[in-house]
Each structure stands twice: as structure tokens, then as C-alpha cells.
T-cell receptor, first 111, second 116 residues
């Protein structure tokens, strides 16, 4: 699986958009970009994933560059409950595709 | 959405005893489940891939005789930590995905194991 690079930490004011970047320059053509987050002492929570088109769901938007070498997760209106470690993971699709976690970005949402 | 349940959520055991952790897919069948371990302030590390009806595949450095995995049905995988020691104290997390090609993995809420 391709390796990803994320900033160690970020801050965001409550109510503002949180934009979390991820570099995955070695991504291959059949690999998806997945985003998960982990709130302290809980299992990771799935947020969104995409292949090459931008995606949006009720939690977030995922913007993938045309060359697919990087992506940005956007939380449009961050709240205190969005404080967590956010993981960007590149992996193949399918039920047998394991996910390899990096160190992620610790997002701190403040008042 | 897909729900993965783990039990127990936390357990304390004495050194030398064994502990079993259950992982269930509540609303879908999972031929493959994954077991992760997370130490404090670290990321999740994949321990093994659990395959229904066959032997688990362990990651390098994970002792298969110490961490016994059984995936006897399409909705249940168990991880047994045998002869537990204090260094086995960790957060154990399982995951599974519904049988659709693009379905993402969903994770249980983890089991906090403390070995005294």
C-alpha cells in the first residue's frame, strides 16, 4: 500500500472549516484514499473515501487532486466534538484490503 | 450503517492467565476481519488477518501461539491472549467490512486490556 504523509497537528476554531491535507505521491491506479478519525479511547470511525472524484457525505468532503498525489479532507463547520486524530490511508478496495495506519493529524478544535 | 461490536470493552487480568476478546459483525457477514493493537500515544498496528474457516495470517513479529485467533462463523472472530504479561497491556481493536467491493472497513470500539 502507498505511504501517506500528514501534518502532525492542526488547530481550528469552532464553526470554521477544517482542511486536513494528505500527501500520497506513490498511490497506484487502483488504490482508494480513505479517511478515518479516532477520538480518544475509541475505535477508528470511518469518515469518507474516494478513488479520483471528489466526494461529499454528511460528515465531510474529500477533495482529490487530478494527479491523485494528494487530497484534502474538509470538515465544513468544525465543532469541539471533531477534536480527534485523523488518519489518511491509501489502500485497495475489497473486503480483504487491510488498512495500514500512519501517525495521522491531531486536530484540536477550540472555542 | 455497518456495525462491528467488541466485547468486553475493558478487562483486567492477572499475569499468566488468558483473555478472550470477541468481535462481531452485527448486520453483515464478514469473511475477513482484522485485529489491531494500539499502545498509548501510538498509532494502530495490524496484528493479524482473520479468515472465516481457515487459519489467520499474522503480521511479522506477532506470535501466533500467543495471540490465538478463531473465526468460526461469518459474524464472529475471537482473539485470545494466552499467558498474558504486563507488556501485553494495550488497546485491541477489530475491524470488518461488508461484502461489497467498495465497502470501507468498520471498526469496533476496542478492548482495553490491563495485565497486572
Amino acid at each position: 500500500d502507498a505511504k501517506t504523509t500528514q501534518p502532525t497537528s492542526m488547530d481550528c476554531a469552532e464553526g470554521r472549516a477544517a482542511n486536513l491535507p494528505c500527501n500520497h505521491s506513490t498511490i497506484s491506479g487502483n488504490e482508494y484514499v480513505y479517511w478515518y478519525r479516532q477520538i480518544h479511547s475509541q475505535g477508528p470511525q470511518y469518515i469518507i473515501h474516494g478513488l479520483k472524484n471528489n466526494e461529499t457525505n454528511e460528515m465531510a468532503s474529500l477533495i482529490i487532486t487530478e494527479d491523485r498525489k494528494s487530497s484534502t479532507l474538509i470538515l465544513p463547520h468544525a465543532t469541539l466534538r471533531d477534536t480527534a486524530v485523523y488518519y489518511c490511508i491509501v489502500s485497495g478496495a475489497g473486503t480483504a484490503s487491510k488498512l495500514t495506519f500512519g501517525t495521522g493529524t491531531r486536530l484540536q478544535v477550540t472555542l | 450503517g455497518a456495525v462491528v461490536s467488541q466485547h468486553p470493552s475493558w478487562v483486567i487480568c492477572k499475569s499468566g492467565t488468558s483473555v478472550k476478546i470477541e468481535c462481531r459483525s452485527l448486520d453483515f457477514q464478514a469473511t475477513t476481519m482484522f485485529w489491531y493493537r494500539q499502545f498509548p500515544k501510538q498509532s494502530l498496528m495490524l496484528m493479524a488477518t482473520s479468515n472465516e474457516g481457515s487459519k489467520a495470517t499474522y503480521e511479522q513479529g506477532v506470535e501466533k501461539d500467543k495471540f490465538l485467533i478463531n473465526h468460526a462463523s461469518l459474524t464472529l472472530s475471537t482473539l485470545t491472549v494466552t499467558s498474558a504479561h504486563p507488556e501485553d497491556s494495550s488497546f485491541y481493536i477489530c475491524s470488518a467490512s461488508p461484502p461489497l467491493v467498495q465497502s470501507p472497513l468498520h471498526f469496533g470500539n476496542g478492548t482495553r486490556l490491563t495485565v497486572t
